[in-house]
């Protein structure tokens, strides 16, 4: 890490201070009210759409610290992690509106199981984005570069060195104000 002494153990008390504010729940979740919070079940614990969503805005957070840090590999897994996460609160809007998706064909008859893909484009496939996702890339040139950065991150990633240039060309591509791709699904999610 960076800094001398007292600047490290300062900026490492914010970051834990930070995060313990931003708390990454996987906790049972109540009666499910609104049809939109369909969610999925992990071990004992069901992960509903806005815990995805919570998820995802915790890994960018997480990214962003990360990256303060010089911290670049981790810094790029977990920028990736967080469309991860928000690719998969945009499956269960799709669920809550289509639940008849889970039979459209032989492919999808283990829908349930493909959700816990880590990969970009089938998580973008199975929420049914894809052809959204065609139409604003033809349409917008930045979001189409910026798609094509976040597709190149993979689970695999996480044992993989990764120079600041790379984490940071990632955290941009997700998180620009205007073709971001978190911004893109979060219009959708």
């Known amino acids: 890490m960076q800094g001398e002494g007292g600047e490290t153990v300062e900026f490492l008390n914010l970051v834990i201070d930070k995060l313990k504010r931003h708390v990454w729940h996987y906790g049972p979740v109540g009666g499910v009210s609104d049809p939109s ?55 269960l809007v799709r669920l809550a509106g289509s639940p008849e998706v889970i039979f459209e064909n032989k492919k999808s008859k283990k829908y349930s199981e493909n959700c816990w893909t880590h990969n970009v484009e089938e998580l973008v496939e ?38 600041e240039p790379e984490a940071r060309e990632l955290y941009n591509a997700i998180t620009d104000p205007v073709n971001g791709v978190m911004q893109w699904i979060k219009a959708r999610w």
């Not at 759409?49 to 890994?59: L, V």
């Open 126 to 163: 199975l929420a049914g984005l894809k052809p959204d996702r065609d139409t604003a890339v033809v349409a917008t040139p930045a979001l189409a570069t910026n798609w094509a950065i976040v597709s190149k991150w993979n689970e695999e990633t996480r044992y993989q060195v990764k120079t």
């Open 37 to 91: 919070d369909t969610a999925f079940l992990e071990g004992n614990s069901i992960v509903n759409r806005a815990d995805w969503q919570e998820i995802a805005e915790g890994k960018l957070f997480a990214a962003e610290a990360l990256l303060a840090a010089s911290q670049w590999s981790a810094a790029y897994y977990m920028a990736g992690y967080a469309i991860e996460c928000g690719l998969k609160s945009c499956i």
